[in-house]
């Protein structure tokens, strides 16, 4: 049963809307980079004011538990520093996401912005 297992894991991969499934190293490496420049745009007034959520971004168990937790981290950033400030920060954060998520879950353009 062990040979159905990659090919049936892919085929359900591919379902999702990705042709390649990342392997398993390239996506723990960009996992621990996307949760390290997260960690960075919170900066030490940040990761001392908001425990909670530094202690969620440092042991989220998965890419999509770091993708959801962008909103936590927008809405610390922009407590800090204004919601503009913030959301040109989490765009950064957001292209490293780019290849490691289903389809479905990557930020669709909004009708409202110009």
């Known amino acids: 049963m062990r040979w159905l297992k990659p090919s049936l894991r892919g085929s359900i991969y591919g379902l999702l809307g990705h042709s390649v499934m990342p392997s398993q190293s390239a996506m723990e ?3 621990e980079d996307i949760r390290e420049a997260m960690l960075g745009l919170l900066g030490d ?10 202690r969620r971004i440092r042991y989220a168990g998965d890419v999509q538990g770091l993708w959801y937790l962008r909103g936590d981290l927008m809405a610390v950033l922009a407590a800090m520093e204004g919601e503009a400030h913030a959301r040109e920060k989490l765009q950064s954060v957001s292209r490293m996401f780019q290849g490691l998520l289903p389809s479905s879950l990557h930020s669709r353009p909004s009708p409202l912005v110009n």
């Open 29 to 31: 490496s960009s996992m």
């Open 45 to 54: 007034q940040g990761r001392n004011s908001y425990p909670h959520v530094t």
